[in-house]
């Protein structure tokens, strides 16, 4: 029985796709077009059937001439996508409106190479979708538990991929990329960075690229899902066609691993099936015009929202609010919806406009900037003149040929005073759509802007965002709005890595009793005006301010990371601006409201603009503004110095929960409150409201669709965190004596390694959060120092455990040095008699050693089949030899030294025999490939089987650089072969020793054409 990634995952999860509906193309079989990866075989008829014509191979040639031009273009792929879904006076590629007017194929290992004659400098994916023979995604899996869980291969996927300049073309080709190593997500586990579990998805956005959860939101369409059932007989030959005995298919453990139900094979149910699959090619990338252009993809939230927006309408709803905490993209949602939302209406022949209403000028300036980097052309109605002509419009009449849509951002405050209702005097068919930004603010059921807002179109769709609704008895958001069109919460945002858990931080007790001596204040006096607006208070607080935020960015070794300030009132703010005008080497913005200062509404602009696009000022001052709605990755250290009141309170904390990964690096795991007033009884009210609430509006299966708990945690969490770090480790190894912790290492397997690696780090964490704390009580519990060490000695066994089960591969990808110092290390925990002076790396019999190691790794590295028979009987060697590796003394190194020389033999004769079999062929490793693969399969003697390929070869050489073996397709290549060598053959009495494999051996070579082109 073979118990592998392939066995376990990889083939089960291409059963699943077959389940779905999709075809299974094989590699032996296909017509592969080299500079695409496209399947001709499966494109030309997809192409006939959706563009009901017939296409001559010229003009399919003409049309992959085209892609291949497109997607080398530097825009991310952005011509090829739009080509993709609005094929204007251009051959359609998809059909989006007949589904299954389209060919669904997945292939295995499809070789993504560059270079001719070699698959070195090529990634193969494990499984490849081919929609209309064009490889637009793929899914790579990892047996569950693998080394360095999912985190390696995004790491390898945007490391070793997408910098990689020859691979560019190919990601502008494909549009959706997903990971899975078919385990559940560990919903314990709220660090994104360190998420080792589960199935991911994204779009190729270089190496800005980011990876997303997807949870299904219903969880009956897993259960009920209509799947087709797939022959034992199919399955087998899957089996046999990744290379391996169709008996494997019979093991109780494929059985198991062939489960609908799997995590790996309900992700694929769940983000694969047809429909919704299309759905995400066609509404769910969108490219964003920033300095740095990007191409983001919808996030499941988005996802499900979107499609929930059109099942209400659908049902003859008219809106309702949408439900999404702060930071989940609210703004991206409408964006997404715009298109779905038109495509819908277009059906019916009904013209749609889009309305985005917001309650603040500055989320006015942030929504525009927002839609215009995705595309929409904006429309700002600068007062109710402009509003009311927009209104009347029944066609949109400000999108451009570069545009994705339109849609008119307004401010509330145009809806003031009498608004007329829409007109429509030519009685056109046309929805207006009201997008409704922050809807727990300014709309009291009672006041003008509800009012005019609801009844300048009576017809219209009203569609409500908020992270926080209105839930006080007479302003309940779902009784002025509808009800709730689709909810996602902080814990689901939080373990989705979209927002970040907030660490509350209370003025140290030292802190407060100074700043009450110095002012000589009782408690109660704080709350005072006339004493928190005073010039000795400004003082004292700003001096601890000052000093806590240099500590902050000293301890993060960090100067990007920004801090706001919010006060009690719009004098206090002022006054603590001028103390750090005038006392501290921090630069200070203010944002206040000043009726009396004109030039503060432009100051308060380039301070919001100068804050997010440049790493100054240091801090904001705010009082009201920018607590809502302003979102800035770098803003992660919040001063509470008034206390806000429900929706209100969490809102303005959730300005520092934005993730950010700093330009050094520093990827943060939280955002950070200094609380001066004690928020913890009104958040915990807050909080208990918004369950009530949930508990009130189950969803349709009874359950409860989220949480709000766990959004604010302190010093006392994290100490809970490390202690049970602690207990962990305790449960798996004694670290009292580091000499003792090394050895026992050894008789640990790899995955609790992993464990021990993971517990260590995140005691080191809790350590720098309990200086950040200024939590000297818990700090003084960790021996940091000493936590190094064992990480350390942790890494140098696991990185000892890669080399010896993984010897080629491991050998092929790092450097001389690397492997030479995971050796030493390993060397030196086997050692027990010497001293380490007696070991040192210029030792001769060391340095013997490690110069034959690097000798071995210089030919792995120098072959360019890592597949063939010999390496893999050259891999199983070095195994056994690091495996076996057990030194108690100098001497031992001599004989390993021994047994890797043959080891270095064996490779040095692989190479050399590669190269003699290419220079027999022109160097076109092609027939190397044929030739090693044919051995193995068919009885045929080698000089033999080298001989008849010569033939072939001296055959076609003429026409081996050229286009025309493609176009001319995998038939007619095998006949004009057999047409130009059978008389060959004959003549040399060797057709009658290849003549029952004589087919299967042109198409393999064929395919290897293609691969190493």
Not at 424 to 430: D, H, M, S, T
Request: proline share 2%; charged share 30%; hydrophobic share 35%.
């Amino acid at each position: 029985m073979i118990f592998n990634e392939d066995t376990r995952v990889k083939i089960p999860a291409t059963i699943q796709f077959l389940r779905l509906g999709y075809n299974y193309q094989s590699l032996k079989n296909a017509d592969v077009d080299f500079n695409t990866k496209i399947f001709i075989n499966r494109f030309k008829p997809a192409l006939e059937k959706i563009n009901n014509k017939e296409f001559t191979f010229d003009e399919i040639k003409s049309i992959l001439t085209d892609i291949n031009n497109v997607i080398r273009n530097n825009d991310l792929g952005k011509e090829f996508y739009y080509w993709l879904i609005n094929p204007i006076e251009k051959v359609k590629l998809i059909d989006f409106d007949n589904i299954e007017n389209n060919d669904f194929a997945v292939v295995d290992e499809l070789p993504f190479n560059i270079q001719e004659d070699s698959q070195e400098g090529s990634f193969r994916p494990d499984i490849n979708i081919l929609i209309n023979g064009m490889p637009l995604a793929f899914l790579e899996v990892k047996k569950p538990n693998n080394e360095g869980g999912i985190q390696k291969e995004f790491d390898r996927m945007i490391n070793k991929r997408l910098k990689n300049p020859d691979y560019k073309k190919f990601f502008n080709l494909i549009q959706f990329v997903s990971f899975s190593n078919n385990m559940e997500y560990e919903e314990e586990n709220d660090d994104i960075e360190d998420i080792k579990a589960g199935s991911f998805y994204t779009t190729p956005n270089g190496t800005n690229t980011s990876f997303s959860f997807f949870r299904e939101d219903d969880v009956k369409y897993l259960v009920d899902y209509n799947y087709k059932d797939i022959s034992k007989d199919k399955v087998k030959y899957v089996m046999k066609d990744c290379g391996y005995n169709p008996k494997e298919a019979d093991t109780p453990e494929f059985d198991e691993n062939l489960k609908v139900d799997t995590p790996c094979n309900s992700f694929i149910t769940s983000v694969f099936d047809k429909e919704r699959f299309l759905y995400f090619l066609k509404y769910g990338i969108m490219f964003i015009n920033e300095k740095v252009p990007q191409k983001h993809i919808m996030r499941y939230p988005q996802f499900f929202a979107t499609r929930k927006i059109i099942e209400r309408l659908e049902s003859g709803g008219k809106g309702g609010i949408i439900w999404h905490t702060q930071g989940s993209g609210k703004t991206a949602l409408a964006a997404f919806s715009n298109r779905v939302i038109r495509d819908y209406y277009a059906k019916e022949g009904i013209n749609t406009r889009f309305f985005f209403v917001v309650d603040r000028l500055e989320l006015l300036r942030q929504a525009n900037i927002e839609f215009s980097n995705r595309g929409l052309s904006v429309k700002i109605c600068k007062n109710k003149k402009e509003f009311t002509s927009e209104l009347n419009k029944t066609l949109s009449t400000n999108i451009t040929s570069q545009s994705t849509g339109e849609i008119c951002v307004v401010n509330i405050q145009k809806f003031e005073g009498e608004i007329p209702e829409a007109k429509n005097e030519y009685n056109a068919k046309v929805q207006r759509i009201f997008f409704i930004d922050e809807a727990h603010r300014s709309y009291s059921s009672t006041g003008e802007f509800f009012k005019n807002l609801m009844i300048c179109d009576t017809d219209a769709v009203y569609i409500a965002l908020t992270g926080t609704p209105l839930l006080s008895k007479k302003e309940r958001s779902n009784l002025k709005f509808g009800d709730y069109i689709h909810k996602y919460f902080y814990d689901k945002s939080i373990a989705d890595g979209y927002t970040l858990r907030i660490k509350k931080e209370n003025i140290d007790t030292i802190a407060r009793k100074e700043i009450k001596k110095n002012l000589d204040l009782e408690e109660h006096q704080l709350e005072d005006k006339d004493v928190y607006e005073s010039d000795s208070y400004v003082k004292a607080l700003g001096e601890f301010i000052e000093k806590d935020f240099n500590n902050f960015r000293l301890q993060n070794n960090d100067q990007s990371i920004g801090g706001m300030i919010v006060c009690r009132s719009n004098p206090q703010a002022a006054k603590v601006h001028e103390w750090f005008k005038e006392n501290s080497k921090l630069n200070t913005g203010l944002v206040i409201t000043d009726q009396e200062d004109p030039k503060q509404a432009k100051i308060n602009k380039n301070n919001q603009l100068e804050f997010r696009n440049t790493l100054t000022p240091d801090i904001l001052i705010v009082n009201l503004m920018l607590t809502t709605g302003y979102d800035v990755k770098r803003l992660k250290k919040m001063y509470l110095l008034r206390g806000p009141h429900a929706q209100s309170l969490l809102q303005t904390i959730s300005r520092v929960n934005r993730p950010y990964k700093s330009p050094c690096g520093k990827t943060y795991k939280y955002g950070y409150i200094v609380d001066f007033v004690d928020i913890e009884k009104e958040y915990d009210r807050t909080i208990e409201a918004y369950i009530k609430e949930l508990e009130a509006d189950m969803n349709e299966n009874g359950e409860n669709e989220g949480s709000l708990n766990g959004l604010i945690i302190d010093k006392e969490d994290i100490n809970k965190k490390y202690h049970k770090y602690v207990n962990g480790l305790e449960d798996i190894i004694s670290t009292d004596n580091l000499e003792r912790f090394s050895k026992q290492l050894i008789n640990l397997n790899k995955d609790t390694l992993l464990k021990i690696r993971r517990l260590l780090n995140g005691m080191k964490e809790c350590y720098t959060e309990f200086v950040l704390s200024r939590a000297m009580e818990y700090v003084e519990q960790i021996d940091y120092d000493k936590v190094k060490k064992l990480l350390r000695t942790t890494q140098e066994r696991i990185n000892f455990i890669n080399l010896s089960t993984n010897t080629v591969n491991m050998m092929d990808v790092i450097s001389n040095e690397e492997i030479v110092e995971i050796l030493y290390e390993f060397i030196k925990t086997k050692i027990t008699i010497m001293n380490l002076g007696e070991i040192a790396e210029n030792n001769p019999k060391l340095q013997r050693f490690f110069d034959v190691v690097r000798e071995i790794q210089n030919e792995i590295k120098n072959n360019k089949n890592k597949d063939d028979i010999e390496v893999r009987k050259l891999d199983e060697l070095l195994q056994k030899i690091f495996n076996d590796l057990s030194i108690s003394d100098l001497e031992n190194i001599d004989e390993i030294t021994d047994e890797l020389l043959d080891a270095l033999k064996r490779a040095r004769d692989i190479n050399y025999e590669n190269e003699r079999l290419s220079q027999i062929y022109g160097g076109n490793y092609s027939f190397v490939k044929t030739y090693q693969d044919a051995i193995i399969t068919y009885k045929i003697d080698n000089k033999e089987m080298e001989r008849a390929l010569v033939l072939i070869y001296g055959a076609i050489k003429d026409v081996l650089d050229k286009e025309i073996i493609i176009v001319q397709g995998r038939k007619n290549f095998v006949d004009s072969v057999k047409s130009k060598v059978t008389k060959l053959l004959l003549k040399e009495k060797l057709y009658s020793k290849i003549k029952t494999f004589y087919e299967p051996l042109l198409n393999e070579l064929y395919s290897n054409l293609q691969l190493f082109k």
